[in-house]
């Protein structure tokens, strides 16, 4: 991952294939811990997408991308960094609906994002 510092943020960013993956913060975070945030959603989105990270396949599974950053990052509070455990739980999320998240469609999918979303600011 590259680090790069303009007008007060911290930017953080990885090319993937032919995706690229960035995280901003503000210049008083920590370098490091911002690295380590890109790398877990970087490798969690890799596990979900089964190795095909491009942009096509990031596309068609963009809700599994939008829960993993939900998963990773609340109010702006880093929750989990492990790749591992973030596919996991973003995994189980999709095995608990009625219908697969890929064969959803868009409304359905960001219906499903919206509903996990409100649940985790109820708790």
Known sequence: ????????????????????????AGDDENELIIANVLQGFADSVGLLLRGDVEKRTALENLDLILLCIDEIIDGGIILETDANTIAGKVATNAADGSVPFSEQTISQA?????????????K
Request: aromatic letters at 16%.
């Open 1 to 24: 991952a590259e680090i790069t510092l303009l007008d007060g943020y911290i930017i953080v960013y990885k090319f993937v294939q032919d995706l690229h993956f960035f995280v901003t």
């Open 110 to 122: 960001l219906a499903t994002a919206r509903e996990h979303f409100a649940r985790s600011l109820l």
